[in-house]
């Protein structure tokens, strides 16, 4: 599975973005799609996550109530919705898959076998 990033950019505090990752490949309805984050001497973070299938959406507490995940399985596509941005947004945004046999700690990184190439969202205050 290979993933493609984009949709990152400069965005002022209170804007929004929409980050897609295309996926080519083999993938399943039992795949976990995930949108990490890294920003300057940080540690990478989970952000938002999803399965190809359409269950439940997870979001990590910061973003929670301002960003939304989805997808569109004929295109093979995740998307990442992110309004009311704030500064503190400001990071290189990854995306990832992981294939599981139905279950996965979504925010545990090193559960997800492929990573896109990241997209840099910038928000200016």
């Known amino acids: 599975v290979q993933l493609q990033a984009s949709g990152g950019g400069l965005v002022q505090a209170g804007g929004s973005l929409r980050l897609s990752c295309t996926a080519s490949?083999?993938?399943?309805?039992?795949?976990?799609m995930g949108w990490f984050r890294q920003a300057p001497g940080k540690e990478r973070e989970f952000v938002s996550s999803?399965?190809?299938?359409?269950?439940?959406?997870y979001y990590s507490d910061p973003v929670k109530g301002r960003f939304t995940i989805s997808r569109d399985n004929a295109k093979n596509t995740v998307y990442l919705q992110m309004n009311s941005l704030k500064p503190e947004d400001t990071a290189v945004y990854f995306c990832?898959?992981?294939?599981?046999?139905?279950?996965?700690?979504?925010?545990?990184?090193?559960?997800?076998?492929?990573w896109g190439q990241g997209t840099l969202v910038t928000v200016s205050s």
């Open positions: 990832a898959a992981a294939h599981t046999s139905g279950f996965i700690t979504h925010t545990d990184a090193r559960q997800y076998h492929y």
């Open positions: 490949g083999r993938t399943s309805s039992s795949d976990h």
């Open positions: 999803t399965w190809w299938s359409g269950s439940t959406p």
